[in-house]
């Protein structure tokens, strides 16, 4: 092999292989590149060829080989294709197709680019990361100098496989730092996710967030964090969001700003997702042609444009004055007092076919005619609706029981046609179910071990999620299904996602505080759904495929959604809807409500019974989440601060364990004076946590990306967690020494806390922990499938079972079970929630 004596670098004519190398093309850090000439099939390639400092270390060179293997196997237009790689002498080097144009970094030494241009080159970047995190790979290093634009606007994302060796190669000493200008150092750094600025594990969600800072600087010019050195920039990569008001679409800037999340939870998850954003953008057609216009023509038409925008205004405030009220037309069908479950408008759409359970009755299933009062029942007591088929079947539950989640039944499958006759049991364990446009079809929701999972067609799993999903619907051309999808269970905040039958899922809608009820359009181009984004009234929202939201329909009662007919027609339940707060301590003759506002949640009660904890979430409490300590004598509630989810009181009732809002953090909030304090617990969705007895250490149930939940162990300083029990629900002994888990399926087990083999206990399936005795040798379980719930003590070392008590409200209208029951330590005092949900079915005619 020939080199230049003074630079090193390969000269003209050397043969490397079956390549003869025509000109350098450049260098750097990481090797130098040559345009060269295949011999074989006369064709012009770019070979790099790795410095001697890599290509001495027999490590490194063999991850070389392994990185390179798998980014040619990447066949994709915005990807670099790699051609060969191959060894001459002591030499690596790696061959690729050679491209002709500008890095985008040295395109953007001239400033930022058109909003059009910066869109699609986004899309093109954001396919092409989408491909190789298909294929396992995650870059790295995605920059503006490794995203390169040919001369006809194509991008290609160079240096695939290359990052990794780039790390190997920082981690001992001879970095990349040292190889290149400072410049060049702080380019890399400015781009790095905060996991990759802490050191910890990436994953493909790391790209995303590099892609983030691309497209910022794409569509701003500047770069997305700043500072006058590493540390700088690490240190406003981690704690400081870039200045979004600097983009001029806000849709562009809520694609950014997802793309920066700090938490790698909370950012897209796929960059399929992105381009799917991106080009959303590009169909809304709402001003990126604009953005590319000369400046000096859109000045000289400024004057004409504010003149016409101004007589615009003015003509729309007078058609909105004065235009005529949407005809809306609201058809009562039902009116007796109870819940509303499920309603479908038959075949023919002349009718209704609902689910409800009225009074203090069984549920049952009822059809009604739309051109005649009254209902009538079809004979299925005890049986809730699912679905109704296009041909005229029933899909129902049978024999529903609570299991994991609070805010779905688990049933028996069954099917019936609609004209009578019995039904036919199918499968068990099914939350809920949805036929296709055709009948010949359904889409599943099962609960598992590790959460819940949609099958569509049955049998056929595209997503599980460790939390839940509810009010899977498919659309009329059978080749998606829309569903609300739940990051924790017990709890029904949501967004609205869409899934097509290869399984690439699609979060549409932003998050809300409550979310019930889907339908899609007729058209199929939207899916409307009830939700609230605070508290517990909810409205009707419709969301485009592309993710464009809007409101529907508005009014002082809460909605529900059950269905949409295919010539626009609605079914929409008014409901009135509380969650009610319940104490009896030793003294009282009978309960008394210790409601706060209008969501009272119940979420622990203290040793003594003195004292419970209310979780207020509904419009009372405001935009956010609120937890109240509250005397169980009636007196006012104090208020201690925010809350995500369940509270819960240390083992000395001296303070209050809660969770933040985002749930990757614990909140501890003193009873008496003092500040709370924050604890994150990253890479973690928190459900419930508490202290144990020492005060130094902390207990959760939580659930990492792709695991269903279960307990953990840490302490106050953030340690990283110890996973001490299975998947299941988890609740600790009074003296810290066991968790008690109970899985989705199975018997219920004590995990010893400080490590050792479980312990099986004899408490049936279904059942829930109320507390413990105060010596820790008794459960206070709760049955919680039927009114009045039954709540027995169980000797967990005997198996010994006795009665304890039994509760339910005075008023059982639209009561569907107990929440959250709480029994002090003595068993003498106790206290429970319980949903009041009243609510009547309406068809409306109008709504657009």
């Not at 009074?734 to 004590?750: E, I, K, M, N, V």
Request: hydrophobic fraction near 40%; include cysteine; glycine fraction near 10%.
């Amino acid at each position: 092999m020939e080199y230049d004596k003074h630079s090193m670098s390969l000269t003209p004519r050397t043969r490397l292989g079956p390549y003869e190398i025509l000109s350098p093309i450049g260098a750097g850090g990481m090797g130098e590149v040559y345009k060269a000439r295949d011999t074989r099939l006369n064709r012009d390639v770019a070979i790099k060829l790795l410095p001697p400092s890599l290509a001495a270390d027999e490590e490194r060179l063999r991850r070389f080989r392994l990185e390179a293997q798998s980014a040619s196997a990447l066949n994709h237009p915005n990807i670099l294709t790699v051609y060969d790689i191959g060894t001459d002498g002591q030499s690596p080097y790696l061959v690729t197709e050679l491209l002709e144009g500008e890095s985008l970094g040295s395109r953007l030494k001239s400033g930022k680019l058109g909003v059009t241009r910066a869109v699609d080159y986004g899309k093109q970047i954001a396919s092409g990361l989408a491909a190789a995190h298909a294929k396992g790979i995650i870059h790295r290093d995605v920059k503006p100098d490794n995203l390169f634009i040919t001369k006809d606007g194509r991008v290609k994302i160079l240096d695939f496989g290359l990052a990794k060796l780039a790390e190997a190669h920082a981690a001992d000493g001879a970095t990349e730092t040292v190889a290149t200008s400072a410049g060049t150092i702080m380019g890399t750094a400015a781009y790095m996710s905060p996991e990759q600025a802490r050191g910890q594990a990436v994953d493909a969600r790391s790209d995303i967030f590099s892609f983030g800072c691309v497209l910022y600087e794409m569509l701003t010019g500047e770069r997305a964090f700043q500072g006058n050195t590493s540390a700088d920039l690490m240190s406003a990569i981690l704690v400081r969001d870039p200045d979004l008001k600097a983009i001029e679409l806000p849709s562009l800037a809520r694609i950014v700003a997802h793309c920066l999340e700090k938490v790698p939870e909370q950012r897209f998850q796929s960059a399929t997702d992105i381009a799917f954003d991106l080009d959303s953008v590009t169909q809304l057609g709402s001003g990126p042609q604009a953005a590319v216009a000369p400046a000096s023509r859109a000045w000289k038409r400024l004057p004409w444009a504010v003149a016409a925008v101004l007589a615009l205004a003015c003509a729309a405030l007078v058609w909105m004055h004065f235009r005529p009220k949407p005809d809306l037309r609201f058809h009562r069908l039902t009116f007796r007092r109870g819940a509303i479950q499920a309603a479908r408008f038959t075949p023919d759409g002349n009718g209704v076919v609902y689910s409800a359970r009225w009074e203090d009755e069984p549920s049952e299933i009822f059809t009604a005619r739309l051109d005649s009062p009254g209902s009538r029942p079809l004979g299925f007591s005890g049986a809730t609706l699912f679905s109704v088929s296009s041909t005229g079947e029933l899909a129902l539950a049978q024999n529903t029981r609570f299991e994991a989640n609070s805010f779905a039944r688990a049933g028996m499958l069954a099917r019936a046609p609609l004209a009578g006759g019995a039904p036919r049991a199918m499968e068990d364990g099914i939350d809920f179910a949805d036929w296709s446009a055709a009948g010949d079809e359904m889409v599943l929701l099962r609960e598992t071990d590790q959460g819940t999972q949609l099958e569509f067609p049955a049998g056929r799993v595209l997503y599980k999620t460790a939390g839940y999903i509810s009010e899977p619907r498919v659309s009329p051309a059978g080749d998606r299904v829309a569903f609300l999808d739940h990051p924790v269970t017990n709890d029904n905040r949501g967004s609205v996602a869409v899934i097509d039958r290869q399984g690439n899922k699609k979060t549409l809608s932003s998050e809300y505080a409550a979310s019930e009820g889907v339908a899609w359009a007729p058209k199929g181009d939207e899916i409307w759904f009830t939700a609230a984004k605070t508290g517990a009234r909810m409205e009707l929202v419709a969301v485009t495929l592309a993710g464009r939201e809007r409101v529907v329909l508005r009014q002082s009662n809460s909605l529900k959604l059950h269905d949409i007919a295919r010539d626009g027609r609605v079914l929409l339940a008014n409901m009135e809807t509380r969650m009610k707060a319940i104490f009896r301590g030793p003294a009282d003759s009978r309960e008394r409500e210790v409601s706060w506002l209008d969501w009272s949640l119940l979420t622990a009660i203290s040793r003594d019974g003195r004292f419970i904890l209310l979780s207020e979430s509904g419009e009372g409490a405001g935009e956010n989440e609120a937890i109240y300590l509250r005397e169980s004598n009636g007196a006012p509630a104090v208020l201690l601060g925010a809350a995500g989810g369940t509270s819960a009181f240390s083992p000395d009732d001296q303070s209050v364990v809660s969770l933040a809002r985002d749930l990757h953090a614990v909140v501890i909030y003193p009873v008496g004076p003092g500040q709370s304090r924050r604890i994150p617990i990253p890479g973690y969705v928190v459900e419930r946590a508490g202290l144990f007895p020492d005060g130094r250490r902390l207990w959760f149930v939580g659930s990492e990306k792709g695991r269903g939940a279960r307990g953990y162990v840490t302490d106050l300083s953030g340690a990283k967690p110890r996973e001490a029990t299975p998947e299941g629900h988890v609740y600790l002994s009074p003296d810290g020494a066991y968790f008690l888990c109970t899985p989705p399926a199975g018997r219920p087990h004590l995990y010893p806390t400080a490590g050792g083999e479980p312990r099986e206990i004899p408490m049936a399936a279904g059942g829930r922990v109320a507390g413990w005795s105060a010596d820790g040798q008794e459960l206070f379980v709760l049955d919680r499938n039927g009114l009045p719930a039954r709540v027995s003590r169980l000797n967990w070392k005997t198996g010994h079972r006795a009665p304890l008590l039994e509760i339910s409200p005075a008023d059982r209208a639209g009561v569907d079970g107990i929440e959250t029951p709480a029994i002090a330590l003595d068993g003498k005092a106790y206290a429970y929630s319980y949903m009041q949900s009243l609510s009547e079915l309406h068809m409306v005619e109008g709504l657009k």
